[in-house]
Structure formats: C-alpha cells, structure tokens
C-alpha cells in the first residue's frame, strides 16, 4: 500500500493511490528492449495518464433566458483539466448563476473552489475576479466575486464577457489519482 509523502502538507479532499496498479502493472515494470516492447509499455502508461477531450452542452439556472448556443470544451490530461465555457450572457432573473450536467469523467472527487476572470453582471463586465464552485455531483456554480458574491436578479445580462469569440477557463486537479 502507498504511503501518504509530505503528510500534512496536502489538501484534506485528496484522495491517494489506493492500488499499485503501475507497480505490479507486468507491462510497465520491465524495461522496454524492442519496438513491440515499447509500445506496449506506452499503451499501458496511456491508459493511467489518460488525455482525452470532449464537449458538452450546459443547463443552467438562474436565468429567464439562456445564453444562446451554449457549449463547454473539456481537455483531461491524468488528473488535470482545463474547461472552457464558450458562451456569453443571458438574462438574469435570479441571484445565481449555476450549470449542471458536467461529464462524470471530469468530475473532482470532492468539492473545489476555483478564482476566475471574465464574468458579466447587471450588464457589464466584472471588475474583479469572480470565482467558480464545481461539485462532485457535476454541478457548477459561478460566483460575482471571490467571496462567494450574489448576482444581480433583475431583467439583466449576466453570464460570460467574450465566451463565443475569447472563451473564458479554468483549469483543476480532479483529486483522485485512481480515476481512470
């Protein structure tokens, strides 16, 4: 079983190695002598590290309309993610500004917390930084400021400054270095 290396130093919410699935992996544990060697050992190191991409499209709450042509790019390299939201605004009739429905497979195994540029509120762009929550469940919720600031409720635009033409992102560690 793994140990923990630097206890006290890493996040409450990490999740470590609970398997030795590289250490007794027969296919990683041999140096590679040949071609067919090689690429089964880079086959199986692909299989752990994992970078793929996808797409979705978001629901989203607290708004009486949508942003028009919504979409949210994802790239996943092993456990980390950037996510890019290419979309602008909608108008608000809440005091929140959430999306759900991310794809499991780049879902953090606990809930993190995460500063970001680029967000529009009561028809202008944000001074400051607002900020973004993301759930283990699949739900985003986006934030006016740092401090977990409301959004204006009335008959107002909301939502992103220049998603469709400069998407704004975020990127995140998922925390659980056994998701494959």
Not at 75 to 87: E, M, N, P, T
């Amino acid at each position: 079983m793994p140990t923990k290396p630097g206890v006290g130093q890493e996040p409450a919410s990490y999740d470590f190695a609970i398997d030795e699935f590289l250490q007794s992996n027969g296919n990683v544990q041999k140096m590679p002598k040949n071609e067919r060697a090689w690429n089964a050992f880079i086959q199986e190191l692909s299989r752990w590290i994992k970078n793929e991409n996808g797409f979705w499209t978001p629901s989203f709450s607290g708004f009486s309309a949508d942003p028009s042509s919504p979409i949210c790019i994802w790239h996943r390299w092993g456990q980390a993610v950037d996510l890019k939201f290419v979309f602008t605004t909608g108008t608000s009739d809440a005091t929140g500004f959430s999306i759900t429905n991310i794809p499991e497979v780049i879902r953090p195994s606990s809930t993190i917390y995460i500063p970001m540029s680029g967000l529009h509120d009561n028809g202008s762009a944000l001074t400051g930084a607002g900020s973004v929550q993301i759930d283990s469940a699949g739900a985003c919720s986006f934030y006016s400021d740092c401090n977990f600031g409301t959004w204006t409720a009335g008959a107002t635009a909301k939502g992103f400054t220049d998603g469709a033409n400069n998407p704004s992102s975020i990127t995140y560690l998922l925390r659980a270095p056994n998701k494959r």
